[in-house]
């Protein structure tokens, strides 16, 4: 079996050295652990770094794409490698990668088809009280959003095994974290969390310039991620909510006209009627959403079923570099060559 460790990168010429000196090249259950670096559009030295410390193989993007691309663009790599169990970590060391065999056990022992690892986010000594809490209270969201136990829904300290990488497709263009979750609870991806340790702060984080941005971007990637998966629950809630307020003016016009006294309250009556309208309106989107909805899950099928295809074929990885050792073919495509593609040995980039 082949373990493949995937780091996405932007500008990590300082971390790097860090990060990969702490990552193992053996785990129990594996026959092969190799490295790969996504390279979101560094303009600094992260690539001649990465290749310094004796990375496998580079998936090297044009210019900066954002944290979920570089996610997905990492898996898609991996599968194409060869990957039997995928690895995601992040570039500046935040977790202990001594905790690497614990994540991917419960995959080894089949038990689990995605393991989130779970900070414990109380013990780590540099979120502050009320970060701990709105951590807490967003993976308490996540979790019911998702129908999933993980405890800590925005670790990237994951393991996904084959099946599970085939089947996830992040569209967010800011974080994979909650997506993927949710995703995963609404697809045949058995999920497990399992405790690991974070390793002391190297730099602040890049995604968030405050911790109020931090939870005003996640309530909103929350909301959109969970009503593209439940859209008839999430639209057809407020068309009720709509529906319940337009009779509170309604009652009252009803009463006075009852007591002689409606034409002073026409304003509810129009009121009551907005409301209505409204009401009627975002009910009809819960029915296109829902129809919407039912066109995504066969789109995902096919991307599935097309990911599948290419796998077989062994089509190379997009912007794909072999690293510090490559070793022929296997090194620089990941697979077989498809029928009548030629070897690409002599190549540094198999697909632009």
Known sequence: MKLIIQIPCFNEEQTLPTTLNDLPREVPGFDEVEWLVIDDGSVDRTLEVARAHGVDHIVKLTNNKGLAAGFQAGLDAGLKLGADVIVNTDADNQYDASYIPDLVAPIVAGEADMVVGDRQVEKIEHFSPLKVRLQKLGSAVVRRASETEIADATSGFRAYNREAAIQLAVVSRFTYTLESLIQAGKLLVATKHVPVSTNEKLRESRLFPSMWAYVRRN??????????????????????????????????????????????????????GVLFMASVTVGAIAVLGDLLHGQRILTQRVYERVRRIELQLGVPPSHYEPGAHPTGQEATTGAKAAPGIQSTDEHDAVRP
């Open 219 to 272: 309530t909103v990637s929350i909301f959109r991620i969970y009503a593209q998966y439940e859209p008839m629950r999430v639209f057809m809630s407020a068309a009720v909510l709509l529906f319940v307020l337009a009779l509170i003016p309604w009652i009252r016009f009803f009463v006075s006209w009852v007591q002689g006294e409606g034409a002073g309250h026409v304003q509810s009556l129009i009121f009551g």
